[in-house]
């Protein structure tokens, strides 16, 4: 297997080549290892690699400053003009301004981009597992058809993700690959003597599209018995407060319609057609249930702004979702005039997850809980989402608790 490392820090690239060179199958041969594109570029024509590593803040030449716009530059070589196209390229930084910014560039080529830490090994395990991957002695890949009891997908590795691996579920150290960019971290919950498999992963971009795809792509390798996606939504300030959970008993795409042209006045008119998707009522039901309860409630509080312990509630009702991230006043007014005058909730995944969950083979128990991170208007901001991704997590949990022997 060739790898090229196209990094400058060498902390990074000393400690992985360590790890590298022990896997069978890797000899010291098979790394090339550069600090700057322009060697990385001469590399690359003459060598067809298997896996480039790619350091995103990196210098054009040795003489030359970082600059994120080599790496861009690199990718587009990489995918316009090199004649010796690499099959995996994964991008590792450690400046967490350009995670979100370089994700979407990555992701457009089906990509990923590792966030580097000196406090955790996850972008190290991460890399190993695709290495492993292509190599084909990851012991997972050979029995991908073992089915899990509970599926969980995130739209975002932080804050949503990371709060599902927070839960004491005996989360397995590594994560592993199971497709060309999924990475999967598998646990268990014991229950009453009765241990559930469970796996979780998050989705390589927001939104209904790349949600439904991994969905889908998922269901038939793992064959869940349940699927529940938690995250953050923007909430409907009359029915929510910050920190809320909300069960998705109802989602569709809000912006799903025709675009009409009236032919005496020339006015141009959208004429909206929803789409609505359920969960069960008996899920719904045990949604109702759990949310009486004073014990899980207690476990939702935080302190607000003002250092006041505020004590959020689970709601039941409509969230809706869209292509867009939402921080105005008007997108929450204008779906309550014309679509529910209850909507609780908008964001961008739930709609696409329910469609993927109804549309498989067979129908897994599906449901979705997001917390309320904010308004979703032009006050908009993103100091709650940690709050708000865990409360979605202590709710799944102690739904799981309650009345996972009710659904498996």
């Not at 400046?95 to 080529?109: A, R, Y």
């Not at 960019?181 to 498999?197: A, M, R, T």
């Amino acid at each position: 297997m060739k790898m090229l490392i196209v990094d400058n820090e060498p902390r990074r690239y000393r400690r992985l080549r360590e790890e590298l060179i022990s896997i069978d199958g890797i000899v010291s041969s098979d790394l090339v290892i550069v600090s700057n594109i322009e060697e990385a570029i001469e590399n690359a024509n003459q060598i067809e690699f298997d896996l480039i590593l790619l350091d995103i803040l990196i210098p054009y030449s040795i003489v030359d400053e970082d600059d994120k716009q080599n790496c861009i530059d690199f990718l587009e070589f990489l995918h316009n003009t090199c004649s010796n196209k690499p099959k995996r390229i994964i991008g590792i930084t450690s400046d967490s301004t350009l995670i979100d910014e370089m994700k979407d560039i990555f992701s457009k080529n089906a990509w990923i981009v590792l966030s580097y830490s000196d406090s955790n090994d996850e972008w190290l395990e991460k890399i190993l597992a695709c290495v492993k991957y292509t190599l084909k002695i990851s012991p997972r890949i050979e029995n991908t058809n073992e089915s899990v009891d509970i599926l969980i997908i995130c739209a975002l590795q932080a804050e949503e993700l990371s709060e599902i691996l927070a839960l004491p579920w005996n989360w397995e150290k590594n994560t592993t690959l199971i497709d060309e960019n999924i990475f999967i971290s598998y646990g268990s919950i014991e229950l009453d003597g009765k241990i559930y498999k469970v796996a979780a992963t998050h989705a390589l971009r927001m939104g209904m599209v790349a949600t439904s795809i991994l969905c889908s792509r998922l269901i038939p390798l793992l064959c869940p018995k349940v699927v529940a996606m938690t995250g953050i939504c923007g909430g409907n300030k009359e029915e929510v407060d910050l920190g809320d959970v909300i069960v998705a008993e109802a989602s569709w795409n809000y912006q799903s319609g025709k675009v009409q042209k009236n032919k005496d006045t020339g006015e141009i008119k959208f004429k909206i057609s929803p789409h609505h998707l359920n969960i069960t009522n008996t899920i719904n039901s045990f949604f109702v249930n759990i949310s009486r309860k004073s014990d899980l409630l207690n476990k939702l509080k935080y302190k607000n702004s003002n250092q006041e312990e505020v004590t959020p509630q689970i709601k039941i009702g409509s969230i809706v979702s869209g292509a867009s991230v939402i921080a105005d006043d008007e997108t929450i007014l204008a779906i309550q005039d014309k679509q529910d005058r209850k909507v609780c909730g908008i964001e961008m995944e739930i709609y696409g997850f329910y469609e993927a969950c109804t549309s498989a083979y067979y129908v897994p128990a599906y449901f979705a809980l997001k917390g309320v991170s904010d308004f979703a208007d032009s006050e908009k901001n993103e100091n709650l989402q940690k709050i708000a991704s865990r409360n979605s997590a202590v709710v799944l949990d102690g739904f799981l608790k309650e009345y996972i022997y009710r659904i498996i």
